[in-house]
């Protein structure tokens, strides 16, 4: 597998994927086109979230043709394709990838080579189930259950500030109930700016911050930039 799993796709400028556009270019070079699903889009138009990715890859000379206008048969995808999943809602995208009948193609030709680039919720549909993700369910996905891409859960956006006052739990505090009712899961709190560099069954921390891994009974673990997570 090829994969490129980014925590966010905006910079805090809000400029779009520029911050990772030089890993993005390594993964897609001698490559004919990208396929975007814009489903994880709930108030923007897919037609417009697809022209923001356009224009985001113009520089890299990719044409980018969207998932909506696509049916899922084997035939949609191709050996020299791209797989871009942007962010949005965790929830609309698995339920509209389910709906779609996506999910198994979307798996094999992953598994089969095809570059996947994921950011926020296109990043957490990559893991074995989109629990970890930080949105609100706001559609019944038709099960839990994502991609199975990698073998371990993210949590995306992830941050240790509370702010001050604030009585809900911290996302520590969130990770840790998920692992209490699935112990046997591991969890990597992916800051924003970071992204896990996946090359078959081997997956690397790339970025500018320090990530965490999160596992049952187990102190978290920071990771530095260049780590591998087990």
């Known amino acids: 597998m090829n994969l490129l799993l980014l925590s966010n796709s905006r910079t805090p400028e809000g400029g779009y994927l520029g911050h990772a556009l030089q890993a993005i270019s390594e993964l897609v070079a001698g490559r004919g086109r990208i396929v975007f699903f814009p489903f994880a889009g709930v108030t923007t138009r897919w ?3 697809t022209e923001l990715v356009r224009a985001a890859f113009l520089p890299l000379g990719l ?4 998932a909506d206008d696509l049916k899922p048969a084997a035939t ?27 999910l198994e193609v979307i798996r094999t030709a992953v598994r089969r080579g095809l570059p996947y680039i994921g950011s926020s919720a296109g990043s957490v549909i990559a893991c074995p189930s989109i629990q970890t993700t930080n949105d ?4 019944d996905p038709g099960g839990l259950g994502a991609l199975g891409l990698v073998p371990f859960q993210l949590n995306c956006h992830f ?3 509370t702010p001050p006052g604030h009585q809900g739990e911290t996302r520590r505090q969130r990770i840790s109930e998920f692992l209490t009712l699935h112990p046997d ?29 999160f596992q049952l ?12 997570i087990r």
């Open 63 to 66: 044409p980018v043709v969207s």
């Open 217 to 228: 009974r187990r102190d978290a673990v920071q990771l530095s930039v260049g780590d591998a």
């Open 159 to 161: 941050t240790d500030f």
């Open 47 to 49: 037609s417009d979230y």
């Open 136 to 139: 609100m369910p706001i559609i």
């Open 76 to 102: 949609s995808l191709n050996d020299s394709d791209v797989i871009f999943i942007g962010g949005g809602n965790t929830f609309r995208l698995l339920a509209e990838c389910r709906q779609r009948e996506w």
């Open 185 to 213: 899961e591991t969890v990597i709190g992916l800051p924003e700016g970071d992204w896990i560099r996946g090359r078959n069954d081997n997956f690397i921390l790339q970025g500018p911050h320090p990530a965490w891994q």
